[in-house]
């Protein structure tokens, strides 16, 4: 009997850099059974039926690396390991996760594979994977699914758990190859962001930034308040009131003159705001809708024109965008609920998910749309005649750049704006005939000013040039060649891991830097242990990179959390490698070879930044074949001098770490200078120089902490007296 089904044994989420990508990936254990007897050009129709559940396959290069490559590969017969990993890819494409990395390699288990790809977010990720099995195993038993259904499943997953429109432009600015700055998303499924490791990380939610003052969020919540200062400061605001009644409201506008706008004071995202109100029947009936959005209500004079946005960043206004007015026009047959379906939300911007630039119009949804076509004598129910126009909404989304446009005055007003509020990022609304024209010419005014604003409209206008505001953000959160990073440390190997670690981690600290040590004796902060074993977890070491008052971090990985977890760094100022033993790694992970145990350890130096170092065991034949795949400087230790990669190094005028004449030597080139004496070194006393890797690895941290910039006297002064059996201090 067959079985010609797809099993997942196993799926693991590799959070960080591991052997297959710098990226976060889903390595699924995939049993394929007897379809491994079963390559796609024997299963009649199967790739005519994929390429029309999956049109898009078409633009998947494959290994042959042009368009339609992998359609060939479906002709031509692969196996359904490899069909897995581009069905699932392009399922996240079309829910709108553009690109991604994926592989799939056989183990040695027959018909079981490894299938990779790209996770942006777990659950997301997660999902289309099972929606991709469920879509091969259809599309070989030549059933149907339903892939519209399964993406719009996805989306509403990628809405709930992925980063905002808004957060994720940011972390994808500073994460682009020119800034290189790491992020940590801090709340499973919110905005709060991490970017930058320890002592040098900034924090952002959405468009807030942990230098946004809490009092100007509070004074831009307070309308009121917002006009009173704008004013006294001479930038134009319209005038108005804070009103507490019907009667208070009609007032009010009386004394200002129709028409007006009334609005909550504290409201955000325009909810509550009704503007071009004309008699007392309309502020008696906007005034209960406005106060159901904040706590207090304002009439202010409404202000001939259009709404525009301004976004300043830091000082500097980075964009500008314009609302417009919305409207139908009367077939004679229609309703204007039909008219605004087929005329207004047909457009293909419009949407209610964060990623379209336009919003859909309903009248039920929208109460200011509801008075303006009210005061026109109609209702949604209403058919006017053929040729009628009816305004809809007076100010739509903001989705239309105009930052080329803005006149340098007003630009500066909206700066002047942000600084009095004290936003380091806003958003100021001000209303006007003609943003390539002074306010004060026009009778214009700033209207409000928004802490947190919404970047959508910027990077993805409905009309216009996209903005860099993220760019722009995190130019203001980092300077241009400031430095996110702490040093960070990467200690590997089969052996000698965490003493290694741990001595680093010592000699860190007597340089002066507050030092986080992650290892599988605990987590160390300063030196004082804050958790018990076993530290080399990726929960326990990312809380060192999250502690703000962490200067350097030093983490332990071991074989098996590289495997299971990737590094919880995305990349190293120095990554080091004790020692190679395949034996003592074979069995889990389907790791049942020298060359896959070789990959894992090769992940440490992969991820040597350009400008680090990687230290490497000149003695272990397997850790020397490493030193070609450093971006940076290599740093050789070992106890024999005459070890040939010292020997070459020495020669080639490279630093490298070795006994000579009884004395640890820090060598660069031929020039040598004596770190500590052998004989006053107090863990090797007692025997325990003989013992196997001690030395080794005295080594090899000594030289760890010479490639992180610690002095030669600051070596020599820690490791003489260090004694790697003392008691654990602890809180």
Known sequence: MTNKTIDFLNVLHLRGPNIWTYRSVLEAWVDIHDLEDCPSNVIPGLPDRLTTMLPTLIEHRCSIGERGGFVKRLHDGTWPGHILEHVTLELQNLAGISGGFGKARETSERGVYKVVIRAWQKDVSLAALHMGRDLLMAAIEDRPYDVDAAVAKLRDLIDDYMLGPSTRCIVEAAADKRRRIPYIRLLAEGNLVQLGYGARQRRIWTAETDRTP?????????????????????????????????????????DIGYPVVVKPTDGN????????????????????????????????????????????????????????????????????????????NIDPRRGVEHEFPLYVISLDRFPAAKMEVERQGFTGSSVPPEGTEVMIVRTSNMAFDVTDDVHPDTAE????????VGLDIAGIDLVCEDISKPLDAQRGAIVEVNAGPGLLMHIKPAVGQPRPVGEAIVAHLFEKDEDSRIPVVGVTGSRGKTPVARLIAHLLRLSGQYTGLACSEGVFLDGR?????????????????????VEAAVFENGCRSILADGTVYDRCLVGVVTN??????????????????????????????????????????????????????????????????????????????????????????????????????????????????VLSNLLGAVAGAWALGVAPEIIRAGVKPYDPSAPLRAD
């Open 580 to 693: 190679v033993d395949p034996a003592l790694h074979f069995g889990e992970f389907y790791i049942d070879s020298d060359e896959k145990v070789w990959n894992v350890f090769r992940t440490q130096v992969d991820l040597v930044l350009s400008y680090g170092v990687a230290v490497l065991n000149a003695e272990d034949p397997a850790v020397v074949e490493m030193a070609p795949l450093c971006d940076g400087e290599v740093i050789f230790y070992g106890v024999d001098p005459a070890a040939e990669a010292i020997a070459t190094a020495r020669a080639d005028g490279k630093r490298s770490v070795y006994v000579k004449d009884g004395a640890i030597v820090l060598a660069t080139g031929e020039h040598e200078e004596q770190a500590a004496r052998i004989a006053k070194i107090a863990m090797l006393g007692n025997g325990a120089i003989d013992q196997p890797g």
């Open 413 to 420: 007003l909206a700066c002047l704006a942000a600084r009095i």
């Open 269 to 344: 995202h325009a909810r509550g705001v009704f503007t071009h109100i004309m008699t007392p029947e309309e502020v008696a009936a906007a005034f209960p809708l406005a106060a159901a959005e904040g706590s207090e209500v304002m009439v202010e004079r409404f202000i001939k024109g259009t709404e525009h946005r301004i976004l300043v960043v830091g000082g500097k206004m980075v964009a500008a965008n314009m609302g417009e007015a919305v409207s139908v026009i009367g077939d004679g047959t229609s309703t204007i609920d039909q008219l605004i379906d087929s005329q207004i």
């Open 529 to 549: 242990q804050v958790e018990t074993p076993e530290g080399t977890n990726w929960d326990a070491a990312e809380r060192v990179l999250m502690n703000r008052s």
């Open 214 to 254: 809490a009092i100007a969020e509070g004074i831009a919540s307070e309308k009121d308040l917002t006009k009173r200062l704008l004013a006294s400061c001479g930038v134009p605001v319209p005038e108005g009131e804070v009103v507490a009644s019907v009667d208070e409201a009609i007032a009010a506008a009386e």
